[in-house]
């Protein structure tokens, strides 16, 4: 017995001296970094990168198997770039629980790593290489339907089998990573961001156990402009044989600058379950929130408050369905002087990339302050489809916009599809209202349409159908009531405004057609309008009051300045009939003035990106008060190029005629060019319109050849030049009787100013006017003028027409035939007389004045002999011209030749005013 003890324990301590000058032997022999030069060439030969370990690998066995890494790097496959870096790690393993199948990891410590993720054009990540198995990746067949009961009991069974293969059990006490930087960049996007400074610590890491987890670093970019920082807290749980894996408690706050946005702070909050077997995430108490503010292309959006809230809801991997009974999004904040609210809710949905099952959609917006209300709702009906097509029983959309005391009301419905495939949504029977409300009148206009939009091939059609109806008559005044008990008569009620007389014509029917193609590339359209009556005075007057109301918000100070200059400018004009000398001519501006100040005269107008067509064709227009009817237009819009080939219509007794263009190669983008003819036009109607007077009558031919620069007025009038020619076989002035030009007996008395005013006695009808003038800068210059009259023509007119200003300044020499002069009891008679003749001051009320002088000094001086003679004593009259003059003796001469020569003093001094 002793000596099988004894031949025992010899065994036992030779094993153990075995085992000891082995292990020496190992310790002492064996080198780590040969086995990590093998390493090296195993990834290079696999995945074609370049594994590199710079420092030695340390290896100690007792009492923990302890393994320290230094300066490794992965690069990227088939290049030197870095993919992954570590400065150094450790990681300490203990050995007697690898004998009972458990690995127990004292401490996991990583320090200095760096991951750089990049996203090509394509979509693929540089890393996904590393993720796909050749040996295990399942055959895909791109015409079979991945969503069948099938595929779910295959992933099943092969969790089950996966459950019964994991049995080993990890326990780790800590994990610590310092200094690490996570870089990211997408090639088709351009984004360009990283987390820098990233620590992550984590208790004892245990399965089926719970373990608390934290995570900060800070994110910094340029596109877009990121620097954030970040803090992440979570309760993690890994459960291996069951392949479940939950986050709980999550909680995420990133505080800083995110692209156009500032966060003070943006969290997540909520739970996270994955569930490997059916391949589900759960999310529970889902909870994401933003607080700062927001920069947007409309101005700075703060005091932005949103948020979405996921009570639960599952996303399933195998078919990519998101499935949840209540979503709900919401959003608040400040823009200028306004402020927003808008909601999002889903009650119940299932949304998956091919397939939609009962979900509905309810929106709503608000836009409120500065005046203005909107509030705007979209409801939307279960949505239904498979296969990539989904359709709607109901799209609704009601939206209205208050503003001064005005409302626009909008509401429409009708059918709607989805077709992802061809990104194809359409609203086939689209049908509703809009109702328009000012003052004490409403409009309703009933609409009809089908919309189509293709995304894919980048089409849009519009078909709509309109019927503009008269408003109704305006709400009576209630008429002025007497107190019983007083007597006295209440305040005076204005009687109410008389309603506009319904205008008979055609149809009140508006179509529009309009397509859009190609709006990412180079947008076209094609708009067809056809109307049979158009009133824009019953369409238009609440967009105007919109527009004015929101300019005199925004420019108060510029229109009271403007009003300002206006009242002192209307003050400075001289009125008619005095003897005011007109003020200096001021130099017109030069051209380079006028491109020096084009900039501060001209706001800067938005260049269109959209090219295409516009066909125009309506009936009867009611614009102001006017009718223009037969308006056809056909017209090319171009990148900064409008070109109407041709339009016209019939306004004010005349067919006019013309062309228009906008822009052009190598112009500016609102210079523009007008041509128009037109013959039988009414001018008194015309000038009362558009210019504020109506002296002038009859029917005339209009020629203009015109260029411009700018749409508003206050430029455009700056900028005109070209030609205009104006030409009346008759016609009427009104408010000027230039027949008192041969009644220079009633001119002396006024000392030449002829008498203007609406009497009708006041009329002047001629018999032609052909006038011609060249325009530059703003101002006409009169090229022609011939006037006709049967006591009275223009010959050599001279002057200029100054637009901007609304003055006109011309001289003319006015023949007159057959003038009559008596004076001291002497006649006598002129066959032809040329009169020196100004018209100046304003359009509204222009200044007749005969320049005596230039009449002293030519043609009246011989008219004047034989009055002169006739008043002197003992003379007899001398002889008659007979192609100027002829006087007659008076009825009874002056008793003494000293009344005759007072006589003459006297009528010396009326004829020139001295």
Known sequence: MKKWFKRIVIGTAALALVAVVGAALFLLTFDPNTYARKLEEAVLEKYQRVLTIEGDVELSLFPRIGLTLTGVSLSEPDSEATFASVDRARVAVAIWPLLSNSLVIDNVMVEGFGVNIVRNEQGQLNFQDLLDDPADAPAVDAQADSKTEDAASHVAASGSERVRRSTMQIDIAGLDLRQGEIAFVDQASGTHVKLANLAALAGRVTFRQPFDFSLTGRLEGDAPHTDADLTANAVLMLDPDAMKYAVQKLDVQVTGALGRATAEPLSLRGNLTYDA????????????????????????????????????????????????????????????????????????????????????????????????????????????????????????????????????????VSPAQFEAAETHFSLPGLTGQVVLEADDASLTIPLDANLQIK???????????????????????????????????????????????????????????????????????????????????????????????????????????????????????????????????????????????????????????????????????????????????????????????????????????????????????DQWHLTLQGKGLEMQPLLSHWAGFDYLSGAAELQLDLRGQGLEPAYWLNTLSGKARLRMPDGKLHGIDLGELARLDDLLQRKGVLSTGDGVARLTEFKALDAALTFDSGIGTIDRLTFSHAAVTFRNSSGRLDLPAGTLDLTTTARLNNVSISTGGVKTSVRRLDVPLRISGPWSGLNYQVQWQGLAEGALKGALAPLLQGLLPGSEPAAPDAAATQAEPAASAPGSARQRVEELGKALKGLFGK
């Open 277 to 412: 077997v059916v391949r589900a995430f759960r999310i529970g108490s889902g909870e994401l929130a933003f607080r700062g503010q927001v920069e947007t292309g409309e101005g700075l959006l703060e005091q932005v408050e949103s948020g979405l809230s996921v009570p639960a809801a599952e996303f399933d991997l195998s078919s990519l369905m998101l499935s949840g009974d209540k979503l709900t999004a919401r959003a608040k904040g400040q823009r200028a002087a306004e402020s927003f609210e808008f909601a999002l809710d889903l009650p119940k949905y299932a949304l998956g990339l091919g397939e939609i099952r009962d979900t509905a959609a309810t929106a709503r917006f608000r836009l409120f302050g500065a005046g203005r209300t909107l509030d705007a709702q979209l409801d939307l009906a279960p949505i239904q489809g498979e296969k990539g097509i989904f359709k709607s029983d109901s799209l609704s959309m009601d939206a209205t916009l208050e503003q001064q005391g005005r409302k626009v009301g909008i509401a429409l």
């Open 455 to 669: 995304g894919k091939a980048e089409e849009l059609a519009l078909d709509l159908a309109a019927v503009l109806e008269p408003a109704p008559a305006p709400i009576p005044v209630a008429e002025a009531a007497s107190d019983a008990a007083t007597g006295e008569t209440a305040a005076e009620v204005p009687e109410p405004a008389k309603p506009a007389p319904v205008i008979e014509g055609p149809g009140r029917t508006a179509e529009l057609k309009a397509t859009l193609s190609k709006w990412s590339a180079k947008p076209a359209f094609d708009v067809n309008l056809k109307a049979g009556r158009l009133d824009l005075d019953r369409l238009l007057p609440f967009a105007v009051a919109f527009a004015a109301s929101e300019v005199a918000q925004l420019q108060p100070e510029e229109n009271a300045k403007a009003t300002e200059d206006e009242a002192a400018g209307s003050a400075e004009v001289p009125a008619a009939g005095t003897d005011a000398e007109p003020a200096a001519e001021q130099p017109a501006a030069s051209p380079a003035a006028a491109a020096q100040d084009k900039d501060a005269q001209q706001p800067e107008k938005p260049r269109t990106v959209y090219a295409g067509k516009v066909q125009l064709a309506v009936q009867q227009l009611i614009f102001q008060g006017q009718q223009i009817d037969d308006i056809s237009a056909q017209a090319t819009l171009r990148p900064d190029d409008l070109q109407v080939s041709r339009f016209g219509l019939r306004a004010y007794g005349s067919a006019l005629t013309g062309k228009l263009s906008l822009g052009g190669t190598g112009a500016e983008p």
